[in-house]
């Protein structure tokens, strides 16, 4: 199994500018997870997905940012505008049927908005 | 609500030296508690876990035991070595409908040095 794959794995941007973030869940995977990591507020959990459908965004900063996840293999993270206060490190993780399982997390997308 | 308290870093150590990294929870319900390790430059990646009182989760030679008691799961290795260097995440999922979300603790970073 080739693990949670995100892509970009690193993604400079200007501000302003829109940043979409790819994630590829495990397969036979049902929940997906979207954290932001930076030094100053660590793991922040954005949005989750359970077969496809949003559960939690309570977790997302603000309009700006939007997530969809289409089918069971793919999602996206978009931010519109994007500011420097985005910069940060964004992690997709996904979780089998079984809740004591644990996450499965990707290498993480580095945006760094300038 | 539901939380997870971790000792500050960063803990350095020598190589060979006993390590413990201290951490608590809040929670309501039964949890299942996890460590999660962050080497430089990747994801997070599951070290170990306990499911339920008394269990003890080991790997790598890590070790940490689920007290309900005192409400830990202190994390412990007899011997570190330099590539044990990262950061380490403490972690509980308490769902009764299974959502399975995780909620970190902020983060322990060891340094270990030869």
């Known amino acids: 199994d080739a693990g949670v794959i995100q892509s970009p794995r690193h993604e400079v941007t200007e501000m302003g500018q829109e940043v979409t973030l790819r994630c590829k869940p495990i397969?036979?995977?049902?929940?997906l997870f979207w954290y932001r990591q930076t030094m100053m507020r660590g793991l922040e959990l954005l949005i989750y997905f359970n077969n496809n459908v949003p559960i939690d965004d309570s977790g997302m900063p603000e309009d700006r940012f939007s997530a969809k996840m289409p089918n069971a293999s793919f999602s996206t993270l978009k931010i519109q505008p994007s500011e420097p206060r985005d910069s940060a490190v964004y992690f997709c993780?996904?979780?089998?049927?079984?809740?004591?399982?644990?996450?499965?997390f990707g290498s993480g997308t580095r945006l760094t908005v300038v | 609500g539901n939380s997870v308290t971790q000792m500050e870093g960063p803990v350095t150590l020598s190589e060979e030296a006993f390590l413990t990294i201290n951490c608590t929870y809040t929670?309501?319900?039964?949890?299942?508690l996890f460590w999660y390790v962050q080497y430089p430059g990747e994801g997070l990646q599951l070290l170990l876990k306990?499911?339920?009182?008394?269990d003890k989760g080991s790997n790598k030679g890590f070790e940490a035991t689920y007290r309900k008691e005192t409400t830990s799961f202190h994390l412990e290795k007899g011997s570190v070595q330099v590539s044990d260097s990262a950061v380490y995440f403490c972690?509980?999922?308490?769902?009764?409908?299974?959502?399975?979300?995780?909620?970190f603790g902020q983060g322990t970073t060891l340094q270990v040095k030869p």
């Open positions: 397969s036979g995977h049902d929940y």
């Open positions: 929670a309501t319900g039964y949890p299942s």
């Open positions: 972690a509980l999922s308490v769902d009764s409908s299974n959502t399975g979300k995780l909620i």
């Open positions: 306990a499911t339920k009182a008394d």
């Open positions: 993780a996904s979780r089998s049927p079984n809740r004591n399982s644990g996450y499965t």
